[in-house]
């Protein structure tokens, strides 16, 4: 394979001969003549390149493998890629790291990655200390002496009252005390609902069996926990309404975001809410509810829980991980009747998860009004960086599309079709953490998503998230 180019002055601002010679594919070719160029000085720093559709036509390649070639010329430095300069020589041309080759990994910092855009995390230097630590006080002044001793593992009565009151006024849950079971998270639901994996076989204990449905997208770190208990997960195909839950067959569960899908965004159709209720019902089957992102709404009416439709087919759970604090082991379960002794069983005769003394302070910080309180903080302050992230976007990549921005503490940023690992490759080396939409699809999904990028706007201080924007910004493929 030998191809040359001659560039226009007019385009490229020097006159320029490429040869696309040599081993590997024609995106190695030309990513190896372009990086010969800028190392031997024939491309000067400033240097703005030909745009991808002007360069593919004059090579007779496809548009794709341009745009492949100068995303990795950009993660290693040689480059720099912003919407309206388009894509230029690198003031100081010289690589970051000689380039890699897969998986992608961002370089490795003793004080974490430079820009944490990372979905699923609250911003940690905005947790309530001082209300939690009033709480915390009196949660401990008023314990009597046996909640220092073995804990009930149903959780403090004094939490479960407290959530039932909770619960039913902000997320339309209908309960009562007996019917919750405290856990440390969802991750601790899951395993107390279908136990653990064996190295020879099934899974040990648990309360429900497979298969389960699942969303056609969702957090893999979920489903290995499914499959080490044994667990088969059967996806179902997502639309812009969320799960088709009309494609259930026989399975004995599903396991839904219906608040706020993960991570695609928007909630679950009300035509198709009733409709897993009646599938659960005709089924003899249930509905494990994950209220996602349930207390953070921006451009929409509060959607109430699934569970409030039929309490006897849902079993909702919820924890305080993107509320409150991920280092906050608590969260619950609200169960059917019929699960609640056997979900108790699985658990042990002793609280050996989450703290009791946690749980007193929860139970305050949430009768208080602390809760509420921080909770609408918080949605003011998480709206405002969705707001800043959208107008930084409309500036710098208006024709990169945000969608799943009504809710929740993330964005999903799509993508041209093929462009999704080099971006996450030229983020990684620019220090960002962030996470590809690719990576969250069910092996077995029936649709895809197409390519994009899952971007927190929470997680970031806020004194970095202005740096955070336009570090990204800066990664993305241009038009």
């Known amino acids: 394979m030998e191809e040359s180019w001659v560039n226009s002055a007019e385009r490229i ?64 430095g040689w480059l720099t890629a912003r919407q309206g300069s388009g894509t230029r020589v690198a003031e100081r041309a010289e690589p970051l790291r000689p380039a890699l080759r897969t998986p992608v990994r961002a370089p490795v910092s003793a004080h974490g990655p430079r820009h944490d ?38 959780g403090r009565r004094e939490l479960r009252e407290t959530l039932t009151e909770y619960l039913a006024r902000a997320r339309g849950v209908r309960t009562e005390p007996d019917r919750i079971v405290i856990c440390s998270g969802f991750a601790h639901a899951l395993r107390l609902l279908f136990g653990r994996g064996t190295q020879k076989g099934p899974a040990v204990g648990g309360v429900l069996r497979g298969p389960l449905a699942v969303e056609g997208y969702g957090l893999g770190f979920h489903r290995e926990l499914l499959a080490a208990a044994g667990v088969r997960t059967v996806p179902l195909p997502l639309d812009e309404h969320g799960a088709q839950v009309a494609a259930l067959g026989r399975e004995r569960a599903v396991l839904l975001t219906p608040a706020h899908q993960f991570p695609t965004g928007g909630p679950l159709h009300a035509e198709r809410r009733t409709a897993v209720i ?129 809710a929740g503490l993330h964005a999903v940023l799509r993508l041209p079709p093929g462009t999704e ?49 336009d570090a990204l910004c800066g990664v993305l493929p241009p038009e």
């Open 278 to 406: 009646d599938w659960a019902r005709a089924r003899g089957a249930v509905v494990l509810e994950d209220d996602y992102d349930g207390e953070f709404r921006y451009d929409r009416r509060p959607v109430g829980a699934l569970q409030g439709l039929d309490p006897d087919q849902v079993i909702h759970i919820g924890s305080v991980s993107k509320s409150l604090s991920p280092a906050l082991r608590l969260g619950w379960m609200v169960l059917p009747r019929r699960y609640v002794e056997p979900v108790l069983a699985a658990k042990g005769e002793r609280e050996a998860w989450a703290s009791v003394l946690d749980q007193l302070a929860l139970a305050d910080f949430v009768g208080c009004g602390s809760y509420d309180r921080h909770v609408r903080r918080m949605r003011q302050q998480y709206r405002r960086r969705r707001d800043r992230l959208v107008a930084a976007l409309a500036v710098h990549a208006p024709h990169v599309e945000v969608t799943g921005i009504a």
């Open 13 to 76: 601002g020097a006159d320029l001969h490429l040869e696309l010679s040599g081993p590997g594919s024609r995106r190695a070719a030309l990513t190896r003549a372009l990086r010969d160029a800028v190392r031997g000085g024939r491309l000067a720093p400033g240097t703005r390149l030909p745009p991808y559709r002007s360069l593919a036509a004059d090579l007779g390649v496809a548009r794709n493998t341009v745009a492949d070639a100068y995303a990795e010329l950009v993660a290693e």
């Open 421 to 469: 690992r080099s971006a996450l490759k030229a983020a990684a080396w620019q220090g960002i953490a962030l996470d590809g939409l690719a990576a969250f699809r069910h092996p077995q999904s029936p649709t895809a998503a197409g390519d994009g990028l899952v971007v927190g706007y929470a997680a970031a201080a806020e004194h970095a998230y202005g740096a955070a924007l």
């Open 117 to 154: 855009l990372r979905q699923g995390s609250p911003d940690a230097s905005a947790f309530p200390r001082a209300a939690w630590a009033a709480s915390y006080r009196r949660a401990l002044q008023a314990a009597p002496n046996e909640a220092f001793g073995p804990g009930d593992p149903a």
